[in-house]
């Protein structure tokens, strides 16, 4: 069974509309993060949050909003889609913030038209 | 400048070869993993490092912190090796964070 679930796995938008990524982890871990994947860089850490506090946020952006409503889950809503926004985004988790490897769930393929 | 420079970018390999990919950190690592994305773009954990060595069936990572710099051996490489090895990195002042490096692309061939 897969341990970290993120929903949809593919996404089509159009420029300027909102949409939310789905992430689930049952792992029992405390500690949750967004990266993203693009074709123009590597794999880059977004945000990451403990016990369902943000405690890390190295996006420039305030159109990437993370959501937590439980401490298995954390969602991104991002708005005012961009083309530039297209890439893949991974959710990860680890047992504590700082503390032990991460695993990564199989991403969302996001294409901005 | 990248904080994780990975070499080579790309490489290929005969079956049954060995090979070793590079990671310098211009970072202070604390800790290192290694990940292979394979095609379908899901990262599979190779290896959790602190400062050390660690060995799993053919592969065979070591960490040297205060050199600055992680490397994976690949010994008899098989078909299903093939994909993309990335290393990532934290540091002590943001230990939240994974620094990637931009990947080695293996091909096995047969």
């Known amino acids: 069974d897969p341990k970290i679930i993120q929903k949809p796995k593919y996404l089509v938008a159009v420029t300027g509309s909102e949409k939310i990524l789905i992430c689930e982890q049952y792992?029992?871990?405390?500690?949750m993060y967004w990266y993203r994947q693009s074709a123009k860089k590597p794999l880059e850490f977004m945000f990451s949050?403990?016990?369902?506090?943000?405690?890390d946020n190295q996006t420039a952006s305030s159109r990437f909003q993370p959501q937590s409503s439980k401490k298995n889950h954390l969602d991104l809503q991002i708005t005012a889609l961009k083309p530039d926004d297209s890439a893949t985004y991974f959710c990860a988790s680890s047992p504590d913030r700082g503390l032990g490897e991460q695993y990564f769930g199989p991403g969302t393929r996001l294409t901005v038209l | 400048g990248d904080k994780v420079k990975q070499s080579p970018s790309a490489l290929s390999l005969q079956e049954g070869t060995n090979s070793a990919l590079r990671c310098n950190f211009s970072?202070?690592?604390?800790?290192v993993q290694w990940f292979l994305q394979n095609p379908r773009g899901s990262l599979m954990n190779l290896f959790y490092?602190?400062?050390g060595t660690k060995e799993n069936g053919r592969l065979k990572s070591a960490f040297d912190s205060k050199e600055s710099y992680s490397t994976l051996h690949i010994r008899d490489a098989q078909l299903e090796d093939s994909g993309t090895y990335f290393c990532a990195a934290e540091v002590l002042s943001n230990y939240n964070v994974l620094y990637f490096g931009s990947g080695t692309k293996l091909t096995v061939e047969p």
């Open positions: 970072i202070a690592a604390t800790t």
């Open positions: 490092l602190v400062p």
């Open positions: 949050y403990s016990y369902q506090k943000l405690m």
């Open positions: 792992l029992g871990h405390n500690a």
